[in-house]
């Protein structure tokens, strides 16, 4: 009961801090837009970075992230990441080394002010639109062919179950094969506690660990499913540590 009662008041104060950091940053990333890509998305993520830097410590966010050396230079990736909370997308964008976006639902671009960050960093997808999808598709290839990375959750949506991961949709890993880039695998622990999708108006304050993992090369593989499932074998692993 008391840890309920202090989730709320938690998340009072994280949602008051979210939304002052925003306001510092909110002029900077509507700026950017004069940019042509992948410039705009190269300042985006530092702009990003520097909010987040602001809004952990006031929420009580401790991260730690490994892995990072695992993206070698003037290399772009694929990177697929587990999907538990609403809190992901402030920590996988941010601490993705160099300009990256991430594939998102449609639906968040519309709260005000922040759908205008939230489009920056953002491939938008409509889930209820086949023609949203095919866009988004070619829209993701187009970001690596700009050399900047893309992040994709291949579970789709949130992890609501007790699974250490949901079952794999195949969308990154046949733009991995189509592409010829690389899957870096990443694993965040510790936000489906922080901010969990079955309590409403909950958010706990604690430590977030995110890792990734070293990159799986395509050529690997006959086929995008044996991909799929090599990852989600080694995704799965990680995840129970």
Known sequence: MVKNVLGKLYTIWGGLMFIGTMFVVLIPAWAIGLLKEPKRTVWFIQICRFWMDMFYPLAGIRLVVKGTEHFKKNKNYIVACNHNSLI????????????????????????????????????????????????????????????????????????????????????????????????????????????????????????????????????????????KKYIFELMWEEALK
């Open 88 to 227: 992901d997308v402030t920590i996988t964008s941010p601490r993705i080394p160099g300009a990256n976006k991430t594939i998102a639902k449609i639906e968040m671009s519309k709260i005000p002010l922040f759908g205008i960050i939230y489009k920056r960093g953002s491939i938008l997808l409509d889930r209820k639109s086949e023609t949203s999808r095919k866009e988004s598709y070619q829209q993701m290839k187009w970001v690596l062919d700009l050399g900047m990375h893309m992040c994709i959750y291949p579970e789709g949506t949130r992890n609501k179950t007790n699974d250490p991961l949901k079952s794999f949709h195949d969308g990154a890993f046949r733009l991995s094969f189509e592409t010829g880039k690389a899957i870096i695998p990443a694993v965040i622990h510790g936000t489906k506690e922080m901010l969990p999708s079955d309590k409403a108006f909950f958010f706990w304050p604690g430590k977030v660990h995110m890792k990734f993992l070293p990159a799986v090369e395509p050529t690997q593989f006959k086929h995008y499913s044996e991909m």
